[in-house]
């Protein structure tokens, strides 16, 4: 139970959804590149499409544990899924958010400025 006395603290089981103009080119680039891929057939459209898969699921499995680390316990799916689909714009907003929660943690032990 928390104090009446106590400061007030910022939700520390954030999420922050990424502007949806991210989706288009990030998503949607990955899923072009394997329709390509496929329909021509060319070793080097092959090898980009996989390579982004592997970046996006690894940047996935890492924004999970970075939030799951912030105390993001109940959104860190959708952190993850958030990065799977649009990588490193996801990845920005999460690190932002991990430092305006120990921003707003640090300021609460504090207490009220004088």
């Known amino acids: 139970m928390i104090s009446p006395h106590e400061p007030a603290r910022m939700n520390r089981d954030t999420f922050v959804a990424v502007d949806p103009r ?4 990030n998503l949607g680039g990955v899923v072009l590149t394997g329709v390509l891929a496929a329909l021509t057939r060319r070793r080097f459209l092959r090898w980009l499409f996989w390579g982004a898969v592997a970046l996006h699921v690894s940047e996935a499995a890492y924004s999970y544990k970075a939030a799951q680390d912030a105390g993001f ?3 860190a799916p959708k952190w993850s899924l958030q990065t799977l689909a649009v990588g490193f714009p996801s990845l920005i907003a999460l690190r932002t958010a991990r430092e305006d929660s120990a921003r707003a943690a640090s300021a ?3 207490g009220p400025q004088r």
């Open 73 to 75: 316990t109940q959104s």
């Open 22 to 25: 991210w989706y288009a080119p």
């Open 108 to 110: 609460a032990e504090l």
